[in-house]
């Protein structure tokens, strides 16, 4: 029994991190492998420039599309995968080297995991997380100016030319593709109440196949 891949996506600011990180806390440890697209951007200096020079890291050509998927395949054929984190230019914060284990259930998350045909082609389930675009600019404000350093002057214009024009072209389409779509307006207890008993039996029938594999 193959492992159960689901991709997660949305607007950034929509609660994927959130939202996944709380799902895997229903789960016991090697239940759940997440790998993230915010480990596979390529360098600062390889990055894109608009009118302006600013760097626009919100581009489908931002990310390492080969590694990723490399990575992703490597997992699905149960080989373990190490990346090194992605800090996004906070000098205050030391990369960590990450170990992806293979796991009965496997979480791609990513602003571009739809739009990825090679990546969209291994999924299983198809989850999009939406929010209201005010509420999404106030969690983008929060976690730049927080967890990646970035001035707040620096945030809004970036959203503004960047992560809206992204979000219209490249991830807004798809949720006409998406299995199940989790409005995350106010909370998402309902719908990650919803995916965990779907998993949750997803993982007994692993369970059982594995265990049944063995006593042969």
Request: aromatic fraction near 10%.
């Amino acid at each position: 029994m193959k492992p159960f891949v689901i991709g997660i996506t949305g607007g950034s600011g929509s609660g994927k991190t959130s939202f996944i990180r709380q799902l895997k806390s229903r789960f016991q440890e090697g239940d759940i492998c997440v790998i993230s697209q915010d480990d596979y951007y390529h360098p600062r200096h390889e990055q894109a420039t608009d009118e302006q020079g600013i760097h626009n890291f919100d581009l489908p050509k931002s990310i390492d599309k080969k590694a990723f998927v490399k990575d992703l395949k490597h997992l699905l054929e149960g080989q373990i995968v190490t990346r090194e984190e992605y800090t996004f230019n906070n000098e205050e914060a030391m990369p960590r080297t990450l170990t992806f284990h293979p796991a009965p259930i496997i979480i791609v998350e990513g602003i571009f995991v739809l739009h990825f045909k090679k990546v969209r082609k291994l999924l299983n389930l198809k989850l999009f997380l939406h929010a209201k675009e005010n509420l999404k600019v106030i969690r983008r404000i929060r976690r730049d100016q927080i967890e990646r350093n970035y001035p707040l002057d620096d945030v809004l214009y970036r959203y503004q030319h960047h992560v809206l024009p992204t979000f219209e072209r490249y991830i807004q389409p798809y949720m006409d593709e998406a299995d199940m779509i989790i409005n995350n307006n106010h909370h998402f207890e309902m719908g990650l109440e919803v995916l965990r008993g779907f998993l949750h039996d997803r993982i007994q029938q692993w369970q059982a196949a594995h265990g049944n594999i063995m006593e042969q």
